[in-house]
T-cell receptor
Framework: ETGVTQSPTHLIKTRGQQVTLRCSSQ?????VSWYQQALGQGPQFIFQ???????GRGNFPPRFSGLQFPNYSSELNVNALELDDSALYLC???????????????FGPGTRLLVL | EDQVTQSPEALRLQEGESSSLNCSYT??????LFWYRQDPGKGPEFLFT???AGEEKEKERLKATLTKKESFLHITAPKPEDSATYLC???????FGTGTSLTVIP
């Protein structure tokens, strides 16, 4: 069974640029969530996708957007990067039901983004 | 608003010195409390899910318990390889605490 994978592992961008991060969910999982983790903090929920539809969103501005594909892989896009966007971006997948169900999420290794 | 508070923020233990980490939560209708272990620069690794007060789960030197207000992660006779940040989270969209950084000194 393949776990959650993310790419790239590290990324350096400059302020104002755009970035796309990618995530492949664990086999059999149709729900993907994205989190932002600043240094020394717990992960903060960005949004979740279930069967290609956004299924819940945290307190992040619209310049954070995402997609989920028919194979349940996902992308996180961030436009107009700001210095505070520097963080570890984590993707997690779950077997999938609507938001609120009791399921365990399994995390990928993350993408470390540095905005200069 | 759902909240998760973990304590202590950091804990240093001698190898073999047992202790407990605390996760206090306020959430409307708990749908699961989750414990994860995170090594520096890595994604969180799943440890346990607890659903109802009184439930307990064990894995090697770790034991997680749940009450109506808090969860404890008990570490028995820890080893240096148990050093990590331990995160708890509640609900489906996972409101995480800030974690407890555990260092076990050989």
């Amino acid at each position: 069974e393949t776990g959650v994978t993310q790419s790239p592992t590290h990324l350096i961008k400059t302020r104002g640029q755009q970035v796309t991060l990618r995530c492949s969910s664990q086999s059999g999982h149709n729900t993907v969530s994205w989190y932002q983790q600043a240094l020394g903090q717990g992960p903060q929920f960005i949004f979740q996708y279930y069967r290609e539809e956004e299924n819940g969103r945290g307190n992040f501005p619209p310049r954070f957007s995402g997609l989920q594909f028919p194979n349940y892989s996902s992308e996180l896009n961030v436009n107009a990067l700001e210095l505070d966007d520097s963080a570890l971006y984590l993707c997690a997948s779950a077997p999938g039901l609507a938001l609120g169900a009791q399921e365990t999420q399994y995390f990928g290794p993350g993408t470390r983004l540095l905005v200069l | 608003e759902d909240q998760v508070t973990q304590s202590p923020e950091a804990l240093r233990l001698q190898e073999g010195e047992s202790s407990s980490l605390n996760c206090s939560y306020t959430v409307s209708g708990l749908r699961g409390l989750f414990w994860y272990r995170q090594d520096p620069g890595k994604g969180p690794e799943f440890l346990f899910t607890l659903y109802s007060a009184g439930e307990e789960k064990e894995k090697e030197r770790l034991k997680a318990t749940l009450t109506k207000k808090e969860s404890f992660l008990h570490i028995t006779a820890p080893k240096p390889e148990d050093s990590a940040t331990y995160l708890c989270a509640v609900r489906r969209e996972f409101y995480f605490g800030t974690g407890t950084s555990l260092t076990v000194i050989p």
